[in-house]
């Protein structure tokens, strides 16, 4: 992908992004990344971030919809479908959750991750048998 072939203000703005979501500045993170997206759309990084100022918002809808941008973009990603399975646990989407769980879980590389991975399938599976 040439991200390069937008210009590089689309980079400015991500970094300014992730700068807003490090110091907890949730509307201005959000601000950033669509400015960012605005510049480069198939900026797929800009879409999971985005998604992280949506769900610290409390917008898990908004946070669902870019994470399945991301997804859409960078079908292997697996930190984005990662997040979307903590946001459906959020949501108490506990059949949802473990369906992208798995999806995160064929693509992640990270053993240390996989195994975190697998340990929220477990968790969100014990949450079903409990209701």
């Known amino acids: 992908m040439n991200w390069n072939a937008c210009g590089e203000d689309y980079l400015d703005y991500y970094e300014q992004g992730e700068f807003a979501l490090r110091v907890e500045k949730w509307d201005r993170a959000i601000e950033m990344f669509t400015l960012s997206l605005r510049d480069n759309p198939n900026f797929f990084v800009a879409y999971h971030y985005r998604a992280i100022a949506y769900s610290k918002k ?40 473990i369906n992208v769980y798995k999806e995160a879980l064929a693509r992640e590389k990270r053993p240390a991750v996989a195994k975190l991975l697998q340990k929220y399938i477990q968790d969100a599976e014990a949450k079903i048998k409990k209701k």
């Open 58 to 97: 409390g917008e898990y809808d908004k946070s669902i919809e870019d994470l399945k941008k991301a997804v859409q973009l960078n079908p292997d990603y697996p930190d984005a479908y990662g997040l979307m399975g903590l946001v459906y646990e959020i949501k108490k989407d506990y059949a949802s959750a």
